[in-house]
């Protein structure tokens, strides 16, 4: 085996190396820097010396009202989540499965609302929940999240129900099921890796959402986290506690990671076996 060959083989590790290390570089450096006292914060050495965790007691620190603002993007974005999966399998599975006119026009409508910024729509919302009492309440905020979770699940599983042959509705209804009892019971578990994917990158979306909490809220103990981090205070007025917030972003980032942790092996174990699973 020559060099040249046995580059040729290690190439493509070197790449996935590459762009992992790309991806980690920013969360590694955040870690580094809530480790790292307020007087060392700016140094660029790789390792903190000394170790120091003042930024993780000043993160909970009762004034700062950090914990109050983790509940609140915990009901946020799970509630925000499991109505745009309960929904959006139902509809996913419609548009899958029944064939009627404009459906395609339908998918692209549903899609397209997805993709007005969110900016745009903040200031009528805000108008609307002011007449009606919604200012500092939950459903202030998972409303307007709802309006783009709920096309992007639609969107991720109905393309996942289109790959699922008809013929397993069909096995099941001859075996005695209903239609509807076809879908509980054959569909569902097998369309499992698919919902748990949409409700991963549903919550993701839901619990790093940030405009629409600052607009909704003017409530310290209403704000969610990443609104409560931007609102961090230092010692003086002038001063930015960067240490306090690299340790809240990381404390925030570590439900993500571990819900990712969690359920990768059932994703990925469903989706490379399908459904003749």
């Known amino acids: 085996m020559t060099l040249t060959t046995t580059w040729r083989q290690r190439l493509p590790y070197v790449?996935?190396?590459?762009?992992?290390a790309y991806c980690l570089a920013p969360f590694y450096w955040m870690v580094v820097s809530s480790l790292r006292r307020n007087d060392d914060i700016f140094s660029t050495s790789l390792f903190p010396s000394p170790l120091s965790f003042e930024n993780y007691r000043a993160v909970f620190n009762?004034?700062?009202?950090?914990?109050r603002a983790l509940l609140n993007?915990?009901?946020v974005a799970g509630v925000t989540t499991a109505l745009a999966l309960l929904l959006a399998t139902f509809t996913a599975y419609a548009m899958a499965r029944l064939d009627f006119r404009f459906k395609r026009l339908i998918l692209t409508l549903i899609i397209a609302t997805s993709m007005f910024p969110v900016v745009s729509i903040v200031v009528p919302l805000l108008k609307l929940f002011t007449d009606i009492g919604w200012i500092n309440t939950y459903q202030a905020m998972i409303v307007p999240s709802m309006s783009f979770a709920l096309p992007l699940a639609v969107w991720n599983l109905t393309t996942f129900f289109?790959?699922?042959p008809d013929e397993l509705e069909h096995a099941a209804m001859v075996d005695g099921c209903t239609r509807g009892q076809a879908f509980r019971k054959v569909i569902i578990p097998l369309a499992a890796p698919g919902i748990f994917t949409t409700a991963i990158i549903t919550f993701i979306a839901a619990w790093n959402e940030f405009l629409i909490a600052l607009s909704m809220t003017n409530k310290p103990g209403m704000q969610t986290a990443t609104v409560a981090i931007s609102k961090f205070s230092g010692a003086t007025t002038y001063q930015t506690p960067f240490g306090s917030q690299m340790a809240a972003g990381v404390i925030v980032t570590i439900p993500l990671v571990i819900m990712v942790l969690l359920f990768q092996r059932r994703i990925v174990a469903g989706l490379t076996a399908g459904a003749a699973k």
Not at 62 to 67: A, E, H, L, Y
């Open 15 to 20: 790449g996935v190396a590459v762009v992992v």
């Open 162 to 164: 289109r790959q699922m």
């Open 73 to 75: 993007s915990l009901v």
């Open 62 to 67: 009762p004034s700062q009202g950090f914990s």
